[in-house]
């Protein structure tokens, strides 16, 4: 693990453990066994860190659900419990960020940290706009605030309860248990048994302007280049052999310690392809940067 992801996971453990305004950016340096000046090397001031924490885990679960949903292979609905699923395993094992990011740890009065919560909260209604257009069609769109409004809402709280309670929930049934209640959803709009309470005016404040995929600035060149991977998995002949190829690296690099080697090993078999070359080659350094 390379310094700046052990100060950001050792940050998380004291923030969690003692509070942000109880923890200093001397105990952070000690604990990663680096001097405060070498800390502030890396972060600016505790509130950079608070907030590259927040961007660096909040990226890692949602990358998950960005990479399932590029498998074109994969039917709408069945992608979307996935995406739900995948995420679900993030928020498992990153628990003690889900922790500390439920109780509220940061820096007060922030207006970095303001603006990033914001963009993250466009990127997620952006994520679930498409994947409810993907499933249920344009008809859906009349309705589409209120599912995603209650969809979030029915997501965070079954994300506090994975947070705070063992591992009772599995990932998998909840994904499809929630796309399931989703379906219900939307089909008591569609057919008219319901009414929309939500429209784009209403909520303005709650719209991002930014691109559909929305990456954090520090991540785009890695959500660029599993885009251009699978882009160019969909246009071959042969492309289920290489998407489960692709599928497999980004199973291995969902993992807390993906295994260099085994990825090395699959990107290489996409680089022996020319078509794929330089896509997997692009796809390798910012896996496995040197």
Do not use: C
């Amino acid at each position: 693990m390379d310094k700046r992801n052990a100060i950001l996971e050792s940050a998380v453990e004291l923030f969690g453990a003692h509070g942000y305004n109880q923890t200093s950016m001397q105990q952070i340096a000690e604990s990663v066994g680096i001097s405060k000046g070498s800390l502030y090397s890396y972060f600016q001031s505790k509130e950079d860190l608070i907030i590259s924490i927040y961007e660096h885990y909040q990226q890692l679960v949602f990358e998950r659900a960005f990479v399932v949903g590029l498998d074109g292979n994969l039917p709408p609905m069945e992608r979307f419990s996935k995406q739900f699923q995948v995420q679900f395993e993030g928020i498992l094992e990153y628990k003690s960020y889900m922790k500390m990011h439920m109780r509220g740890e940061s820096t007060k009065n922030s207006e970095k940290l303001a603006a990033m919560e914001h963009r993250m909260r466009g990127r997620l209604f952006s994520w679930l706009e498409q994947n409810l257009l993907d499933v249920y069609g344009d008809e859906i769109k009349p309705y589409k605030w209120d599912l995603m409004w209650m969809t979030q809402s029915i997501y965070a709280s079954y994300m506090m309860l994975m947070i705070s309670q063992d591992d009772t929930l599995e990932p998998s049934r909840l994904g499809t248990h929630l796309v399931r209640q989703i379906t219900l959803l939307a089909n008591d709009f569609i057919n008219g048994n319901s009414s929309p309470q939500l429209n784009d005016d209403m909520m303005k404040s709650f719209t991002v302007s930014m691109d559909k995929e929305g990456a954090f600035i520090s991540f785009e060149k890695r959500e660029k280049a599993w885009k251009s991977l699978y882009g160019k998995i969909k246009g071959m002949d042969n492309s289920r052999d290489y998407m489960d190829i692709a599928n497999r690296i980004s199973e291995e690099y969902r993992d807390s310690e993906p295994d260099k080697l085994i990825l090395k090993g699959l990107l290489r078999l996409l680089m022996d392809t020319e078509e794929l070359r330089m896509e997997a080659e692009e796809l390798e350094k910012q896996l496995l940067p040197e």
